[in-house]
């Protein structure tokens, strides 16, 4: 049983497949690439592509399969017509969460490995219902006991509970529920029974896989300078600094979405 921290780390994301590809000549292999096949390899996303299919599919008479292959010179290809930032497809990324056609976003994926939250962030993390998926560690199933393979519940502690001799109480107060679930066990309760006695402290592990519109709603609400707990917000940050680094266009849309 220790304190432990928050780690968050992207596992998987949207990617457009081999034929895509090649369909608009972003195959490696390519020795005649188009035009818009060298716009992708100068910098373009997967998620761009993906977002730009969709999106025109609702407005063009192009196939979705062809919208990038017939389409992509003149969005990738050009500034911004706005006067903003970026190329004519962030000018109409922005046209759209402008509009509240976000449903658009949907198409873009983004699996996180989530590792050593508390249960009260997961209590709160769940109300997020649409376009969430979860998948998380049993207290059932993975026995918390000091002897068994866990070695105990970890925790985390708020930053509120580190001052003064508050630390002190709140560490009491694990380590009271760590011996209590001991007792429990010896006792002959079950792991599913003596879990009731684990703090909303406990930490925990889970996987999510979000939609990019779900979780720009989500930052949104939950962004640092929101009124969100401290821990919630720092997930909430942590996940933003993840999907931006693979998709950096999104930068500018997080806490637009509400």
Known sequence: MAETKMNVQLLAHTMITEKFAKSFALNETETDLTDVGELFRNGCTDGQAVALSAIRTCY?????SEIVAKEGAKYFGNSASDGGTGTDADRLFRQIVASKHTSTLEHLTFTFAIEGVS????????RHRAGFSFSVQSQRYVRMGSG???????????KEAKVGSAEYVFVSAM???QKAYDDLRKAGVK?????????????TNLVMTVNLRALLDFYAKR???NGAQAEIADLAEALRRAVTEVEPWTAQFFGEVS
Not at 60 to 64: C, F, I, Q, V, W
Not at 119 to 126: H, I, K, N, P, V
Not at 191 to 202: G, I, T, W, Y
């Open 223 to 225: 962004r640092k300078g």
């Open 119 to 126: 249960r009260a962030l997961l209590a709160q993390l769940t």
């Open 148 to 158: 068994d393979r866990s070695g105990g519940f970890d925790y985390v502690v708020p």
């Open 191 to 203: 792991a599913e029974d003596a879990r009731a006695v684990l703090p909303q402290a406990a930490a």
């Open 175 to 177: 380590e009271a529920a």
């Open 60 to 64: 063009s008479a192009n196939k979705p």
